[in-house]
């Protein structure tokens, strides 16, 4: 990674940053996920229905609506640092909550404040990773996020595996083990500092520049900050704010960006992948352990995002991701057509989709949206597309389980798969490239003037 980098940056201090931050992801991965192997043993426990079972999954995800929008309403007022530092607590208290809850009701209620937390981190994190980043390297750190929350993703498999035969109460004790990183998120985020974007909005433009010397040399760090003032002391624009021509722009393209990364499925694959596999003929224990190989795949393929999205660019990755899903989902869905829906090819057409993603689409969402949107009103602009991608998320993971046995496989596969079609197709028409361009100049780019349709370059 060194190799490629300017010598002025200190790299060693941006990681420590980026991978602060970056573990709420973690955090993240893995809330939304320890549900997935508890699921059949909830559905034991509690005599769970279909719609039941899918608000067991979704409900997390409900209180990640309302997460994400506190979170987008309030860090420009109380900064990301605290912002993050009151989320890592809920976390604990909610991981707590959720494993010692004696009825199906409590259960619901503690995922979803757990869901507040997770909404939270969601648009904090790559708020502080896009912040403290060079431009140089701000996709990769970017994908540090998308990489931790899929770490989080696999522990929470491994950890379903181990405990899948310790007896009635084994669900219970996946969820108390979210405790323990959780903590250790707010032991180092607490030693890590405020955003030099956010101590100038504070008025602290020393602290800011003493930062931003940290990150990167004295001449760089003098630009920089004198960039960010730059960017906030335009008393038109400030008055404007969000209702602003290149602001909405970006916001509408960011709004369509998260509503078609979930209603393409990604959720709803790692939710219930034991149950497609499930009802693809495999057994309980070999549909757990199939759940690592889907967990082992997207961190292995995410670690390819790390090395190609500031090399190839966002938009190129989005569309090829975008197409390989759908030719996955495809795939899939000729094998339902034609009564093939079972074993290894199931699981390699899955494996496939997800690749697609977690090289691609998944890291890039994280890394560009936070990216599109002005110094000035980055955490209320931001609350939008994570707010409506928590939206569309619950909705599908809440209706999966009926449409997947009721409605059909091939009908449910084929929606997804036109879904990522619509997503490569939007990507294609409008979404800009960012790569390598100071936030500060893709600002600039939205707000030099009404130039409808002109989204594919920076």
Excluded at 339 to 354: E, T
Aim: glycine share 8%.
């Amino acid at each position: 990674m060194s190799e490629t980098l300017p010598r002025s940056i200190h790299l060693r201090y941006v990681l420590f940053l980026g991978c602060t931050a970056a573990l709420g992801g973690l955090l993240f991965g893995f809330d939304v996920a320890i549900i997935t192997g508890a699921g059949p043993f909830l559905t034991r426990h509690f005599a769970l229905s279909d719609i039941s079972l899918g608000w067991a999954f979704s409900s997390l995800l409900f209180g990640c609506v309302l997460g994400s929008f506190l979170a987008g309403r309030y860090t420009d007022r109380f900064g990301r640092k605290r912002m993050l530092v009151w989320v890592a607590m809920l976390f604990a208290v909610t991981s707590l909550a959720t494993a010692l809850a004696p009825s199906f009701m409590l259960f619901i209620t503690a995922r979803f404040l757990g869901g507040i937390a997770v909404g939270g981190v969601s648009l904090l994190s790559p708020i502080y990773v896009a912040e403290v980043s060079p431009p140089s390297i701000r996709g990769r750190m970017g994908t540090f996020y998308q990489m931790s929350i899929i770490t989080g993703i696999v522990i929470s498999y491994c950890i379903n595996y181990l405990l899948r035969d310790t007896g009635p109460d084994n669900w219970r004790w996946m969820f108390l083990t979210g405790a323990v990183p959780s903590v250790l998120f707010l032991l180092l985020i607490a030693l890590a500092p405020e955003t030099p974007r956010y101590l100038v909005i504070a008025g602290k433009r020393r602290e800011a520049f003493q930062l931003l010397e940290r990150i990167e040399s004295e001449e760089g760090a003098r630009r920089e900050l004198e960039a960010i003032v730059e960017s906030l002391t335009d008393e038109r624009r400030s008055r404007e704010g969000l209702s602003r021509p290149g602001v909405r722009r970006a916001l509408g393209i960011s709004a369509c960006l998260a509503i078609l990364i979930h209603i393409s499925g990604i959720n709803t694959i790692i939710d219930y992948a034991p149950a497609i596999f499930l009802s693809a003929g495999w057994k309980v224990d070999g549909a757990l352990i199939s759940t690592f190989f889907v967990g082992l795949t997207q961190f292995l393929f995410t670690l390819v995002a790390f090395w190609v999205i500031d090399r190839y660019g966002r938009k190129p990755l989005y569309i090829v991701g975008s197409l390989g899903m759908m030719a996955s989902l495809a795939g899939l869905l000729v094998a339902a057509l034609t009564g093939q829906f079972y074993g290894l090819l199931v699981l390699a057409l899955i494996l496939a989709y997800l690749a697609f993603f977690a090289a691609c689409v998944g890291p890039v969402f994280w890394t560009l949206v936070p990216e599109i949107f002005p110094n000035d009103v980055r955490g209320a602009a931001m609350s939008l597309p994570v707010l409506l991608q928590w939206v569309a998320n619950a909705v599908v993971v809440l209706l999966f389980p009926y449409a997947f046995h009721q409605i059909g496989k091939a009908f449910t596969l084929g929606f997804l798969a036109v879904m990522c079609l619509a997503q490569a197709l939007f990507t294609a028409r409008f979404v800009p490239e960012t790569k390598n361009k100071p936030l500060e100049e893709i600002e600039e780019y939205w707000t030099a003037g009404d130039r409808a349709g002109d989204f594919t370059q920076v």
